[in-house]
């Protein structure tokens, strides 16, 4: 019924950037917010950054001021600009989206960082 795809991921030497995209379709609804995380071998799944249909953006401490989160509510997509990348970065990415009662998760998209 509501379908939510990443894409953007890829391969990228350290200090590179990349941009994700998110997109959900078949909304029913309006979305709250939506947000990505990641998740790395062997880690717990962490949320990276989030931004509500107002706008309003949250980041965890790791990625502040190298990556933006960004939206357009018409398209339901989000997006995560990623600069100055890390070897720690190196995850799968997942994106979610909150329709206010129950959250849609993307399959992931593979980001991985070389030095």
């Known amino acids: 019924q509501v379908q939510v795809v990443e894409s953007g991921g890829g391969l990228v030497q350290a200090g590179g950037s990349l941009k994700l995209s998110c997109a959900a379709s078949g909304t029913a609804f309006s979305i709250n917010y939506m947000a990505w995380h990641r998740q790395a071998p062997g880690s717990q799944r962490e949320l990276v950054a989030r931004i509500t249909s107002g706008g309003s953006t949250y980041y965890v401490d790791s990625v502040k001021g190298r990556f933006t989160i960004s939206r357009d509510n018409v398209k339901n997509t989000v997006y995560l600009q990623m600069n100055s990348l890390k070897p720690e970065d190196t995850a799968v990415y997942y994106c979610?989206?909150?329709?206010?009662?129950?959250?849609?998760w993307g399959q992931g998209t593979q980001v991985t960082v070389s030095s």
């Open positions: 979610a989206v909150d329709l206010y009662f129950k959250d849609y």
